[in-house]
């Protein structure tokens, strides 16, 4: 990923693994498991140049048997909370951005003069 967008390394991530219908399958998937929570033992597999600075974590693994529709529903739940969850964190980020704004405008309007063309009351 951080060849292609390495800013995509710090969004949530989850991985579906088709094809889980085909003969062997089973094992494979339980291999890709055991590299995936190993991962740094398996980097020599890799290319020099193809091996990662750091490693994707999964938030989710879902075996998926598109040829019977098994995992998919499961698969559309976790990407729907996972858009809940992210949009949450970004629109906490943006409010928190506003009230600091907020906070800095109120700073500065105290600190400095009224405009020459501004009402005063209460005087």
Do not use: C, W
Request: negative net charge.
């Amino acid at each position: 990923l951080e060849l292609y967008k390495e800013e995509l390394q710090t969004k949530p991530a989850l991985l579906a693994v088709n094809k889980m219908d085909l003969p062997g399958a089973q094992d494979m998937f339980h291999v890709l498991m055991n590299q995936l929570q190993n991962p740094k033992d398996f980097l020599h597999l890799f290319k020099k140049n193809m091996i990662p600075e750091r490693t994707v974590e999964f938030q989710h693994i879902i075996p998926i048997f598109a040829i019977t529709g098994e995992g998919i529903e499961e698969l559309k739940n976790y990407i729907r909370k996972s858009l809940d969850e992210h949009a949450n964190q970004e629109n906490g980020a943006y409010h928190k951005k506003q009230l600091l704004n907020l906070q800095i405008s109120n700073t500065i309007s105290y600190n400095e003069p009224p405009p020459n063309n501004a009402i005063l009351t209460g005087m």
